[in-house]
């Protein structure tokens, strides 16, 4: 199992500039989620979803969209990209069938935003 | 509000010592608490976990104790070991409306001196 990937690992972008950042997972996880880790602070929730087609907002959704039309992947897009959207990206998953409740995470993407 | 606290940013532990990180919450709705231990550039790792209806679970060197009337939990590591060096992030849950999401603390950065 390759567990969670996320791509790129990498991405500087222009202000204004659109993206998507990938993720995907292999454990046929029902739960997914992405999150936000800025310098010093912990992970705030942008969006999650219960399954496929079932997206819902988190703490910090603004500037984002995402959509779920496999149970494998959960893209996140940044509509228009802005200097505070600078910060590391982490993707999660998670099954109910799982008794710790524990989420899966990937490696992260690090965005730059100039 | 943040609504799951780590009031310690940091901690340094000798090795072979008990390390003793502590962790608040404010939200009496979370039944499920977490702990997630994330080496630099990687994602978090899931570490241990506690139901509200236990006061104390134990894996190996890791052990959560929940105090719910004092909304405080604490994970301690015996012996500290070099390898231990990471940030610790404390997530708290609600079962129920899991969907596979927490919400995290701002983590603490424990270092393990040799």
């Known amino acids: 199992n390759a567990g969670v990937t996320q791509t790129p690992k990498f991405q500087v972008l222009k202000t204004g500039q659109s993206m998507t950042l990938q993720c995907a997972q292999d454990m046929n996880h029902e739960y997914m989620s992405w999150y936000r880790q800025d310098p010093g602070m912990g992970l705030r929730l942008i969006h999650y979803?219960?399954?496929?087609?079932?997206?819902d907002q988190g703490e910090v959704p603004n500037g984002y969209n995402v959509s779920r039309s496999t149970t494998e992947d959960f893209p996140l897009r940044l509509l228009s990209a802005a200097p505070s959207q600078t910060s590391v990206y982490f993707c999660a998953s998670s099954s109910d069938m799982d008794r710790s409740y524990e989420q899966y995470f990937g490696p992260g993407t690090r965005l730059t935003v100039t | 509000d943040q609504q799951v606290k780590q009031n310690s940013p940091s901690l340094s532990v000798q090795e072979g010592r008990i390390s003793i990180l502590n962790c608040d919450y404010t939200?009496?709705?979370?039944?499920?608490f977490l702990w997630y231990k994330k080496y630099p550039a990687e994602g978090p790792t899931f570490l241990i976990s506690i139901s509200s209806i236990k006061d104390k679970n134990e894996d190996g060197r890791f052990t959560v104790f929940l105090n719910k009337s004092a909304k405080h939990l604490s994970l301690h590591i015996v012996p500290s070991q070099p390898g231990d060096s990471a940030v610790y992030f404390c997530a708290a849950s609600r079962r129920n409306t899991n969907a596979g999401k927490s919400t995290f603390g701002d983590g603490t950065t424990l270092t393990v001196k040799p």
């Open positions: 979803s219960v399954g496929a087609g079932i997206t």
């Open positions: 939200n009496s709705m979370f039944d499920y």
